[in-house]
């Protein structure tokens, strides 16, 4: 671990002050058949301990017994609550930890190893790197927000020297694991073309007429960066990400998913299209703005074409000799032939990094090794990436033409524009 841990500094500060304070080493410090000792747990602090926050990725740490949960932060203080209870009812009654509603106050403890962000996406990077400032390892929720936060995301991350982990459980899926590996390796000839299927949403515009704030929310600090605007209804908790003010909408929700399977299949994953067009709805009242539906096709230097469209979940990829894919979300995969989902990947084959126990359980092991997880920051933000020049097209309304290399949109001024977005003070990257 970069960062010692929380109980190894208590063992150390106490064994200090043992001529003054008689200290007992207790059981639970030396470890156990199934927990470590103390000094091989991974504290870490949960930013955003929302539906995802609990349900997934509190749930999933609390399971590893090499992790330690040492703080619990929200806006919102019922789900502080909602989180604490679903600690002792895991680990122990009488469990306690720091809680509050400010994530600055865990980013600079100087104790923590480690954080899982589980925020609304506009929060992902702002806090991922003021916690890579304070020297801590990050898992943190997929998508980013912009471009440009992307890239500053996977630049700190090497800078500093970081294990950065985006939060995705589908490269420790055999359908998609094994999905990437047979077109890496060819079983359908030479790729050709990618669709990915990614549901339409929201199906309402939100209405848009405030309402006051629930008195257990910090609703500044749930607004941060972003401009400053009314509480409104169907917003928090769950409806954010059909907003722009707060996310990249479905298409970099879910597209974070399959765009990732489509990368990794096609050997794209640190790099990018060429050329992004398209068309996409989105709602003429309401509140919710993001593109609910889209029809977009990115056309990448080798000349394959992914298309991402709205509608139902399925991935299929076309190949000179065949075709595979599959219907739906993490269902069996279908081919042209059984010859292609039959055929075994030999050693001296192309066998890709993953984890089947999952994202959580692959950083916690990454911390520890200090090699890049399944899915780093550069990956990650390439995949992101997708989803944001999607958006862009949509909005001018043409094709774009796409640097990968310098990560610029060539000869448009308008574009280049909106890799970012302006933040609110004091907040910035």
């Known amino acids: 671990m970069k960062q010692s841990t929380c109980s190894r500094r ?23 058949q199934d927990k470590p000792a103390a000094s091989d747990r991974i504290t870490v602090g949960f930013i955003g301990v929302g539906a995802q926050g609990i349900g997934q990725n509190l749930k999933m740490f609390l399971a590893q017994p090499d992790a330690e ?67 801590k390892d990050v898992i943190c ?56 299927g990614l549901p339409a949403r929201p199906r309402v515009p939100g209405d848009p007429k405030p309402i006051p704030v629930p008195p257990e929310l910090d609703w500044q600090m749930w607004l941060g960066p972003a401009p400053d ?12 990400r059909w907003v722009h003010d707060y996310s990249a909408g479905v298409l970099a929700d879910w597209g974070a998913h399959l ?25 003429e009242n309401g509140y919710y703005d993001a593109f609910h539906h889209f029809d977009l096709t ?64 692959n950083f916690l092991d990454c911390v520890k090794s200090r090699r890049d997880p399944y899915f780093p920051a550069e990956i990650g933000h390439r995949c992101c990436s997708l989803a944001h020049l999607g958006n862009i097209a949509m909005e001018l309304g043409r094709k774009l033409h796409w640097d990968p290399d310098t990560e610029t949109f060539q000869n448009d001024e308008t574009a280049n524009r909106m890799r970012s977005k302006a933040m609110r003070e004091p907040w910035s990257l």
């Open 259 to 283: 765009f990732d399977t489509a990368q990794w299949a096609a050997d794209t994953e640190r790099t990018g299209p060429v050329e992004i067009e398209g068309t996409g709805q989105r709602f």
């Open 10 to 32: 208590g063992l150390l500060r106490r064994a200090a002050t043992a001529a003054v304070a008689p200290y007992a080493i207790t059981s639970a410090a030396l470890g156990s």
């Open 298 to 361: 990115y056309t990448y230097a080798s000349g394959v074409e992914l298309r991402a469209t709205a509608g139902r979940i399925f991935l299929r990829f076309e190949g000179t000799d065949g075709w595979l894919g599959n219907d739906g979300w993490n269902t069996r995969i279908q081919a042209s032939s059984p010859e292609v989902l039959n055929n075994p990947i030999g050693p001296n084959e192309t066998h890709l990094f993953t984890c089947p126990q999952g994202e959580h359980r």
């Open 69 to 135: 949960p040492v703080a619990l932060c929200d806006a919102d203080s019922r789900q502080i609550d909602k989180a604490l209870k679903a600690a002792r009812e895991k680990r122990d009654g009488s469990f306690s930890c720091q809680t509050t509603q400010d994530w600055r106050e865990v980013v600079v403890r100087d104790d923590i190893d480690a954080v899982m962000i589980s925020t609304t996406d506009h929060w992902h990077v702002p806090i991922s790197l003021a916690a890579i400032r304070t020297g």
């Open 141 to 196: 929720e997929k998508p980013t927000f912009t471009l440009q936060e992307g890239r500053v995301l996977a630049d700190a991350v090497k800078r500093y020297g970081t294990v950065f982990q985006f939060a995705t459980e589908d490269r420790s899926l055999p359908i998609y694991h094994r999905m990437a590996e047979l077109v890496r390796n060819g079983r359908i000839g030479k790729l050709q073309r990618i669709h990915a």
């Open 229 to 240: 605007a009314p509480f409104r209804d169907r917003l928090h908790p769950g409806h954010w």
